[in-house]
Structure formats: structure tokens, C-alpha cells
């Protein structure tokens, strides 16, 4: 097989030409040729460190790749960069010797390579299928060269696969612990302290015990708006919306239920029950046969048939041929299956199958040294040793063995309709006479069944008692009626006109943050938060039954001159339902402006008040005293700085200062993130200094070198934020990657 083809059949290649696993180490010089001045704009479609992404570059890759060109692009973009600061390159003469293992480079790391290189009987490779190896690859080199364009991406791509590994060695080889920090590793987590402790939680005082005067409100934001715990590396918008319920009122429910007793008579008396069905249903089926058969949630085929609750289950293995059942919720994969909507059903049983089958076979075929007739009489001659055997697994094995134009001999996990629609993996063994003759046999019926694919000598292993129900059905979707619809729009508006006229009226963000709750809570209304990442605004599908509703709520919150406050222009119809919803807060970068984080502030000065009357509260006295004052458990812990057992970091911290380094004494009260501690210090296990920390040394190192590459080495598809790998992580936080794809499509910012 070409090289070429191998990698386009089976491998992550071409990022450029498949964009199935994107590398994400793209070369540069992929766009050299295609120039492009970008969209005009201050944003175009996005920015990286700093500079538009080019649109034509972006519109070519799209027209290819869909929803991976942004970040194949962009993953090039930062690539690039990095390979040039480096100085990182690849030579044709450093490409051939990492392709043909010589000048010092182990076999190559791509499977599509290896295989040249692997011994076809041992799957091994040694020196002499090296040898061989580099005499196979060279002549397949040599006959893609010959096709200039085939021979430029095969050369692209694996100058990109060498880059990529000079790039994560050079990163890797800048990660190194030094003794000393293998020794404060293991430091950490081996001195070990002994202690009693209590905690009085600072949720046992009510916050209305404390009075927030808004200067010294003020003077608190001064002193701790540099905090960490209040600093943003991103700027962002919250949006608050909500949803009018989208269930149908009762008398939709009661035409709903109406309607279904009228199809249920229908279906009891129709005289075709594929037209009637058909013509009642709003999901139409095109058989009613094996294919008809329905499993229940959770069943190994559910995501190819069509599929009934599980607790439906006992219901459908009771009923008998011709029984109305329904109407019943469709369950959980049909709203996966139709975005969420809510659909019932009633079906009339119209036939059953076996749940599970298992069988064997030996297929005999014509050929050259057998003509039908023979095959017949081999037939019969083989079905009549397997009855007359006295073991006939033992005869059944022999005789396929010997036989059979089937490897495969035992099949099972077989239905009725997988016996007639065949799987890849069973070729040589369905039809209908094959399906038929197991379904409708017993367990242990052998018999010679003839197919289009030959002649069969079939027997039923296995059956279970169970069986699957095949079914004509009415699929009706329950949704709200259109004069619900008009009452929910007509709720929404007189909804929205009312948040409207009171937020008009109100000044701080917190005022109108509170107007907003407090309407929602009067109308019982669940409220959802959204936050919208300025340099990439994306609403979760989770959050929304439409991405129409998403773009409203984008829009609202990026259009010109929004603030918090900020609302719908009008109602967003999300399908069954109405969405309002208002910008409720918004941060920028860095540190905060009081108005951006004054709750928060709030929340933390009346954190520490209480902290502070807690600590006048234990005063001096002791642990035991305080816990009998005040009702409060004694509890004991081993701690160390790696091993922190629940309690706060910070207080951990402290317990390993100098001040506090003793035994068999108690501390004054330590404040911790939510509470107050009282500690009795009892003893200290010291650990025996090690000669060596060559062990810790060695796993920090591959620790680290983990954490910032991960394994493997590849980038996401999606570049999230939660990517688990440092090093994707920081290349995107440092090229500062701006997608204003959404707002651009949207007319807000270009």
C-alpha cells in the first residue's frame, strides 16, 4: 500500500488535509502563498498576540475544514511564532535520516513509518528488518516524489511531526528540580503535626448581625482590591436570564390525552396499520417488519432502533399480538435525538421477537471443484453426522473447520433484525432465511437453510425467554398550543415592560441586581447565570433550547452602550418557551472597579467582621474551654503541607512559622477561609533527613513534564479552559487568541 494512502486511511495526518486530530504544529510557510488583506475592522474574525487573523486565510481553511479551521489557524499562528523564536527547523537532509532511522535517530515515532520498519511475522523490529525497512520505505519515498503536490504535504506533515518533538524536548529539557526543592517536597510531606482543633464556622452568625457602613465598605475595597482572590484575568459579562414555563397548559394536556384515545381506537380498528400510523404520526416509519422492533433504553442496540422507556419494559414483554399501548413518554433519547423535544407515543404490538439469539453455522459455496448438486449432497451428509454425533460440539467444530467458507462458525447478541441487516463484522451469516429459521426455531434445531450466499448448516444455541416487541407507532411531540404560546408571549412582554420600568429608575449595579432577583422570586421563575467571555462569547447548548436564543442573549449583552441593566430589546422565543434576560454584571481585566465587585467586597468584609467577632469571642481561653462554651467538638488531625485533612491552607500554613513551630502548646485563635480555628499543638514528627533525593527529584521532574505536555502530545480540538495541559494553557493565555467570530457574525464588533 502507498505511504501516502496509509496515512490518509489510518492516521491523525494532515492537520491542512483531514482536520480530524489538528496537532496543532502547523508550519508557517502553509500560507505563504495565499495572501490576503483580512476584514476590515478593528477585529475582523479574531486576534492573536495582538495582530487580525488574516479572513482569506481563514474563509479558505473554513470552505475545507468547517468548524476545525479556527483552530488549525490559530494553532499555526502560535506554532510559527514559537518555532521561529526558537529557531527550530527541519532540513531535507535531517527529514530523510528522521524517516530512515540513520544518522543517529531511533525508529520514527509514527506508526505509518514503524510498520516499514516492524518484521511482518514477529512483529518485531531488529537489525535486519531495519535493513529491510529502510529499502521498502525509500522505494515508496521515491514513487510519492514523483507526484509533486502528493510528495509536498507527505514532506509537510512529517517536518511538522519532527518540529513538534525538537519543541516539546526543548521545553522539556528547560523543567528541572533541584535537590533542594526535592528535598522541601518531601519536607513537606513528610513532617508531620499532631494537633487538636475546633472550629466555630462564621455562617453561625447571621449576617444581619453585621452593619456594613458604606465607608468603611469603601476603606475595605482600598485595602484588598489587589487581592488575588479579586483580580480577573479575563473580562467578562454575566447574564441573568430566565425561561416562562414551557409546559402546555392543562387544557393543552387534556386535548393532548384526546386526541391519543382517538388514535388508540384508530389503531384498534385501522385495516392497515402501516397507512394509519403513518398518517397520524409527525416521525413517519417506512417498514413494519423486523425492522419495527423496539429495545429499551439502555439496550446494547438503542442507538441504532428505535427505543421504549425501560420501565416499559414489563409492560411490552406482557402485552399480547394486537395490544394498544400508550400513550408514554418516549424517554431520555428521543430528546436527544430531536433537540430536546418532548414526544409520547402509543403503539399498537404487532408482532414479537426473540431479545437475544445465538447460533452457528458451516457455509458451503459452490466453486470450481464443487457444482450444487455436490454441495446438496455434502450438505446433507454433514447434517446428518451432526444429529448422529454423540458430542455434537465436538463434531459441529470439526466439520466447520473442515468445511465451512466461514471463518467465523458462532454468532451472538443476535436480533431478528440483525440477523436479516448484516454488521461488518458478520458478512457470511444473515438474510432472511437465516433470520426466519432462528427466530422461529427452538434451542437445539439444526437444519440445512439455503441463502444467497450459499448453503447453511444452521443450529439455535440459545434463546432468552424475553423477547422485543415489534411495533406500529404514532409519535406526537407534546408541546404548547398556539394560544398558549400567545398567553406565554403576552406574560414575557408585561414581564419584561415591568423589569424595564423599575431598572430605568435605579442607579447602582447593585440596586438593579436586586430589582431583578426580587422579580424573578415574586413570580417564581428560575434563574440561570451566564457568563460571556469578552474575547470569546459562547453560550453552552446546555443552556438554551436554540442557538437563535444564545445569539439574543450575546447580542444584548456586547451591543452598544450595554451596562449592567441592560435588557432584551423584546421576548426571545426559544421554542416552547419565552427567554428574558439582562446583563447583570460585567469585569474587566486586572483589578476591579468597586462597582464590578462591591457584592463580592460585601460579602468578604462581612466574612471578616465575623471573623474578627469570633476571635474576641474564643479570647484567651482554652480549646477545651471554648468547646465547652460554646458546644463546639474537639476534633483531632495529623497535618502536613501536603496533607492538609480539610482544614484551610492558610492555617495549615501558619502552624509551620517559626511563631508557632512548638509542641504541647495552644495557639491564639487562626482565621481561616470561612470560620475561626482553636489549635493545641501536641507533638511534631520530624522526618530523618535523606543522603539522596534522587528519587523525589525524578518524579517532580516527570511530574512536571506531564503536566505541561500531557500525553499525548497533541492539542484539543476545542480549547477550553479547563485543559488539563499547562503548556496549551499558557501558548494561548500569552498569544492573547481573541475570537470575535460570534460578534462579528452578530454586527457588534468588527
Not at 409546559?247 to 393532548?256: V, Y
Amino acid at each position: 500500500m502507498a505511504l501516502i494512502g496509509k496515512i490518509r486511511e489510518k492516521s491523525v495526518l494532515l492537520v491542512i488535509i483531514i482536520g480530524l486530530a489538528l496537532l496543532a504544529f502547523i508550519a508557517g510557510d502553509y500560507f505563504s502563498t495565499r495572501g490576503g488583506v483580512g476584514a476590515s475592522g478593528t477585529y475582523g474574525v479574531g486576534h492573536v498576540f495582538g495582530e487580525k487573523v488574516d479572513m482569506n486565510k481563514y474563509e479558505y481553511l473554513r470552505a475545507k475544514y468547517q468548524d476545525n479551521a479556527w483552530p488549525i489557524l490559530i494553532d499555526s499562528m502560535i506554532m510559527s511564532k514559537e518555532y521561529q523564536e526558537l529557531g527550530i527547523s527541519v532540513s531535507d537532509k535531517e527529514l530523510n535520516s528522521y524517516l530512515m532511522a540513520t544518522d543517529g535517530f531511533d525508529i520514527c515515532p509514527d506508526q505509518n513509518i514503524r510498520s516499514f520498519f516492524t518484521d511482518s511475522i514477529t512483529g518485531q523490529i531488529t537489525e535486519q528488518s531495519k535493513i529491510e525497512g529502510r529499502v521498502k520505505l525509500k522505494q515508496q519515498l521515491d514513487d510519492v516524489k514523483k507526484d509533486k503536490a502528493r510528495w509536498a504535504e507527505l514532506k509537510r506533515y512529517y517536518a511538522n511531526q519532527r518540529m513538534n518533538q525538537k519543541y516539546i524536548d526543548v521545553v522539556s529539557q528547560g523543567l528541572y528540580v533541584s535537590s533542594l526543592e526535592a528535598k522541601d517536597d518531601f519536607t513537606n510531606k513528610n513532617l508531620r503535626k499532631d494537633i487538636d482543633y475546633l472550629l466555630k464556622n462564621n455562617n453561625a452568625i447571621p449576617n444581619d448581625n453585621i452593619e456594613v457602613k458604606d465607608a468603611d465598605l469603601a476603606a475595605y475595597y482600598a485595602s484588598h482590591k489587589w487581592d488575588s482572590r479579586f483580580q480577573s484575568d479575563e473580562a467578562y459579562k454575566v447574564v441573568k436570564f430566565f425561561s416562562i414555563d414551557e409546559s402546555p397548559s392543562s387544557k393543552d394536556t387534556a386535548d393532548f390525552n384526546a386526541k391519543f384515545e382517538i388514535f388508540k381506537s384508530g389503531m384498534a380498528s385501522a385495516d392497515n396499520d402501516t397507512i394509519y400510523s403513518n398518517s397520524k404520526s409527525d416521525i413517519k416509519l417506512s417498514f413494519f417488519n423486523a425492522r419495527s422492533t423496539f429495545v429499551p433504553e439502555g439496550h446494547f442496540k438503542a442507538e441504532e432502533l428505535f427505543t421504549y422507556p425501560k420501565t416499559m419494559d414489563s409492560t411490552f414483554a406482557n402485552a399480547t399480538i394486537g395490544a394498544i399501548v400508550g400513550p408514554y413518554s418516549c424517554g431520555q433519547k428521543m430528546k436527544t435525538k430531536t433537540n430536546g423535544l418532548d414526544y409520547y407515543a402509543v403503539s399498537k404490538v404487532i408482532g414479537k421477537t426473540p431479545s437475544r439469539i445465538k447460533a452457528r453455522h458451516i457455509l458451503l459455496q459452490v466453486s470450481a471443484e464443487r457444482d450444487s448438486a455436490s454441495n446438496e449432497a455434502l450438505a446433507s451428509n454433514l447434517l446428518n453426522q451432526i444429529k448422529s454425533a454423540t458430542d455434537k460440539n465436538v463434531t459441529f467444530e470439526a466439520l466447520a473447520k473442515a468445511n465451512s467458507a466461514d471463518a467465523s462458525m458462532e454468532f451472538d447478541n443476535l436480533l431478528e433484525l440483525t440477523l436479516i441487516y448484516p454488521e461488518q463484522t458478520r458478512t457470511k451469516f444473515f438474510g432472511k432465511e437465516i433470520s426466519d429459521f432462528c427466530t422461529n426455531s427452538a434451542v437445539g434445531s439444526v437444519a440445512i437453510v439455503t441463502s444467497s450466499l450459499g448453503t447453511h448448516i444452521v443450529e439455535v444455541l440459545e434463546k432468552d425467554d424475553n423477547s422485543l416487541p415489534k411495533l406500529a407507532t404514532i409519535f406526537k411531540e407534546f408541546k404548547p398550543s398556539e394560544e398558549t404560546m400567545n398567553l406565554k408571549e403576552k406574560e414575557s412582554d408585561n414581564i419584561l415592560s415591568t423589569l424595564y420600568q423599575g431598572t430605568e429608575r435605579l442607579k447602582s449595579s447593585k440596586e438593579i441586581r436586586s430589582y431583578f432577583d426580587s422579580v424573578v422570586l415574586a413570580k417564581s421563575y428560575k434563574a440561570r447565570a451566564l457568563k460571556l467571555v469578552d474575547n470569546n462569547p459562547v453560550v453552552p447548548v446546555s443552556y438554551l433550547n436554540s442557538s437563535n436564543a444564545g445569539d439574543r442573549l450575546i447580542r444584548a449583552a456586547y451591543k452598544e452602550g450595554s451596562k449592567v441593566g441592560t435588557l432584551v430589546g423584546r421576548p426571545i422565543r426559544d421554542k416552547n418557551t419565552y427567554v428574558i434576560g439582562m446583563v447583570y454584571a460585567s469585569r474587566s481585566k486586572g483589578a476591579p472597579g468597586f462597582n464590578e465587585v462591591e457584592d463580592e467586597m460585601r460579602k468578604a468584609y462581612i466574612n471578616a467582621k465575623k471573623s474578627e467577632m469570633i476571635v474576641k469571642d474564643f479570647g484567651d481561653n482554652s480549646i477545651q474551654d471554648i468547646s465547652k462554651n460554646l458546644n463546639i467538638k474537639i476534633q483531632s488531625a495529623s497535618v502536613s503541607l501536603k496533607s492538609l485533612n480539610n482544614i484551610d491552607a492558610e492555617v495549615i500554613g501558619s502552624l509551620y512559622s517559626a511563631k508557632n513551630n512548638k509542641e504541647n502548646v495552644s495557639l491564639p485563635p487562626l482565621v481561616g477561609k470561612n470560620g475561626v480555628y482553636k489549635i493545641f499543638m501536641k507533638t511534631t514528627a520530624v522526618p530523618v533527613e535523606k543522603k539522596s533525593y534522587q528519587v523525589e527529584k525524578d518524579a517532580m521532574n516527570k511530574e512536571l513534564v506531564t503536566k505541561l505536555v500531557k500525553t499525548p502530545i497533541t492539542f484539543n480540538q476545542n480549547r477550553e479552559r479547563s485543559e488539563e495541559s499547562y503548556l496549551i494553557n499558557g501558548l494561548y493565555q500569552r498569544a492573547n487568541v481573541i475570537d470575535n467570530r460570534k460578534l462579528l457574525q452578530l454586527n457588534i464588533r468588527n
